[in-house]
């Protein structure tokens, strides 16, 4: 490439610029400063203005008597009582003179304004107390501060009960209101005496004067007595006591009236051989020996001493004021003849629980009444009464019977119940069929499947119903109870048998009726449910089936099998069954029968059977003691047997006034249930021992 010459081509070049003093000097460098500057300004701007336009507007009121210092823990502007804070949580604590400093969290939400209520607790307030008397106990709602004076006692602000109390003042009660806040408050009281002055004299002067029993001084005097009810007695040497019962209110003075002290009455300790006598003092009744007696002094009083038996005693006593004596008077007997005629001769005679002898024997005994023992091992004691006469023997006969003797001797052929129900006594040890066979034999007509032949013994003597129990009798156990109607027919009336009774029913009618009569309950009862029973007891109970049978069917030495014989039908009428007038009732009927009666007939309607026991066979069927079950055919003979303790059914035997077929009207007819029916009652049962 060729060169020009820059002149000669026209083109002006700058020329080379350097500064004056310096041959290699740099450029110099612009100053930012003022930009940075306002950098920051803008991003402060920023700042403050987005945590305006985010920030939420939050007033703070504190309910206190001083003025508050409000700290919150984080970004927040004040602005009087309010604050800009961000949403979120915040830390607070606010303290104010005399008050509790407080210290909690707060949560600003999204809303625009919001306002915080705080409530600062006041410190205790300073109180003092002072009474007049001092040294009284203080006590602040109930619980003691201690006696005044007392000084700046911490009490929380509000009100409170502060009662005052010192011995013999009376104790004053009132409400205080604490200001709290460390102010100083003061309560002053003046307690009113609880004591009057009492002003007594006696004449003769100078008796003991006591307050509810403790001498306090001699009169006259001037007593200081505290509030309420007191006995004030007087006591001197040679006078009666003379006492008085006295209201005393506080700060009112009483002004008594001079006592007037009677002579000391003269005390006679009277006593008698034998004791026991009744006395009498100027014809009046005071007691019986021994005994004291407070005589009228320097005055003749009459004397008797008696008793039933011995010859009257009287006579004048007399004595001093304040004397005392004693006497013991001893009376002669009045007395009668008594012959004691004893079998054996060896028993043992006890007259008033001494021994007399042994054997037939006469006693001159005094006339009032003797309690008599006779007594011989192996056999049962006789005791009696007796009451001599004088100049008249009496005559008292004993035979004594062996224990077994007497025991049969006490167990009576018939009883009444406190309901007037009869029972007859039954001792089928004594008769032909003590054993016999219960059931029915497969040949029989009629016969069911549970009348399985099995043989059965009693030896125990009991107690059977002549009737069944009616309505009005079991009424005076269950008052409400009904047994209903059938077809317009009434089965509720008094005298008829009661009906729609379960069996737990009658067990329970059984021991509330022994209960009545003092008698140990045959059946345990747990909650109101029959559970079980006691062999043992003799109190009340529902028939055994053995024993059921045996009364309806032993007659000799031969069983019936119906109630009027061995034939059927019957033909006249012996029983109420299933008759012609029950046909629209039972829709079944007894071809010809006529017994009279629709429905249940009243109970001994009918005649008994051959053991003065009536409806045996009719009426209602009738629950039995035992548990439902069917006998084995090969077992052993069974004694007096009461089946298992408790069950789900429970026997029923005979039939009723709704029964008209073979089957049912046999003695042999055997059901059973648990539950009530219009059919079904019963009749009560005891043992004899």
């Known amino acids: 490439m060729n060169q020009q010459d820059p002149a000669a081509s026209g083109v002006i070049e700058p020329s080379a610029f350097q500064p004056l003093g310096s041959t290699d000097a740099k450029p110099p460098r612009r100053r930012h400063t003022g930009r940075w500057l306002l950098l920051a300004c803008a991003a402060l701007f920023a700042l403050l203005m987005g945590f305006l336009l985010s920030a939420r507007s939050l007033q703070v009121l504190v309910n206190a008597e001083t003025p508050a210092d409000i700290a919150i823990g984080g970004l927040a502007l004040p602005f009087g009582e309010r604050y800009l804070l961000r ?51 203080v006590l602040l709602d109930g619980e003691a501060l201690g006696r005044t004076p007392l000084a700046d006692q911490p009490v929380e602000a509000g009100e409170h009960l502060v009662r005052i109390e010192a011995e013999r003042y009376l104790p004053l009660e009132q409400a205080l209101q604490v200001t709290g806040r460390e102010v100083a408050q003061q309560l002053a009281v003046e ?12 004449q003769p002067p100078g008796a003991a004067i006591l307050v509810d029993g403790e001498q306090r001084g001699t009169t006259p005097a001037v007593l200081e007595i505290d509030g309420g009810e007191h006995q004030l007695i007087l006591q001197r040497p040679g006078y009666a006591d003379w006492q008085q019962t006295v209201d005393i209110v506080p700060g009112q003075a009483l002004q008594l009236d001079t006592a007037v002290l009677q002579p000391a009455a003269g005390v006679l300790q009277l006593a008698s051989v034998p004791a026991g006598a009744n006395v009498t003092l100027d014809g009046e009744f005071l007691g019986q020996t021994p005994l004291q007696l407070e005589l009228v002094p320097d005055r003749a009083h009459q004397l008797a001493v008696f008793k039933p038996g011995y010859r009257r005693h009287s006579s004048t006593v007399q004595l001093a004021a304040a004397a005392r004596d004693s006497q013991t008077i001893t009376l002669k007997a009045q007395l009668g003849e008594v012959r004691f005629e004893i079998s054996p001769a060896n028993a043992t005679l006890k007259i008033d629980g001494q021994v007399r002898g042994q054997g037939s024997q ?28 004088p100049g008249l023997q009496q005559r008292v006969a004993a035979t004594l019977l062996t224990e077994q003797q007497a025991r049969k001797a006490r167990i009576k052929p018939e009883i009444t119940t406190s309901l007037g129900q009869t029972l007859l006594l039954f001792t ?85 009726l022994s209960a009545r009569e003092g008698l140990p309950p045959f059946y345990r009862e747990t ?36 109630p009027w014989g061995d034939t059927f039908p019957p033909t006249a009428p012996v029983e109420n069954y299933a008759d012609n007038s029950s046909a629209y009732v039972t829709g079944r009927v007894l071809g010809g029968y006529e017994d009279g009666f629709v429905v249940s007939a009243p109970v001994g309607s009918l005649k008994p059977n051959h053991q003065r026991l009536y409806d045996m066979g009719g009426n209602v069927a009738e629950w039995v003691h035992d548990v439902y079950s069917i006998p084995s055919a090969n077992g052993a003979t069974e004694v007096d047997p009461l089946g298992a303790q408790n069950g789900d059914n429970y026997v029923i035997r005979g039939a009723s006034w709704s029964h008209s077929k073979i089957a049912e009207l046999r003695l042999s007819y055997r059901d059973y249930g648990q539950a009530g029916r219009d059919d079904v009652g019963f009749r009560l049962a005891r043992y004899a021992e």
């Not at 303290?95 to 705080?118: F, K, N, R, W």
């Not at 006691?534 to 000799?556: I, Q, V």
Request: glycine share 8%; hydrophobic share 35%.
């Open 428 to 512: 089928p040890a004594q008769s032909p069929l003590s054993t016999f066979t219960m059931g029915a034999s497969r040949r029989e007509p009629g016969r069911r499947a549970n009348e399985v032949l099995h043989p059965v013994s009693l030896t125990r003597a009991f107690y059977l119903q002549t009737t069944e129990v009616t309505n009005a009798q079991f009424r005076q156990y269950k008052a409400a109870h009904n047994s209903g109607q059938i077809e317009g027919n009434s089965l509720n009336r008094d005298h008829q048998p009661v009906a729609q009774v379960s069996w737990q029913q009658a067990a329970a009618f059984c021991n509330w």
């Open 191 to 202: 307690l009113a005496p609880g004591w009057a002055e009492v002003s007594l004299d006696s």
């Open 87 to 137: 949403p979120g949580d915040y830390s607070l604590r606010v303290t104010a003179a005399g008050y509790h400093p407080l210290e909690t969290g707060i949560t600003v939400t999204a809303e625009d304004s919001q306002t915080l209520q705080l409530e600062l607790a006041p410190l205790p307030g300073r109180v003092s107390f002072t009474s007049t008397p001092a040294g009284a106990t």
């Open 527 to 562: 909650n109101g449910i029959i559970t079980g029973y006691n062999p043992s007891a003799t109190g009340y109970r529902l028939p055994s089936e053995a024993e059921w049978a045996w009364a309806a069917r032993a007659n000799g030495a031969e069983l019936l099998k119906f």
């Open 362 to 389: 006469t006693l001159s005994l005094p006339a009032f009444e003797h309690s008599v023992e006779i007594s011989l091992p192996g056999y049962a004691t006789v005791r009696r009464k007796v009451t001599p006469r």
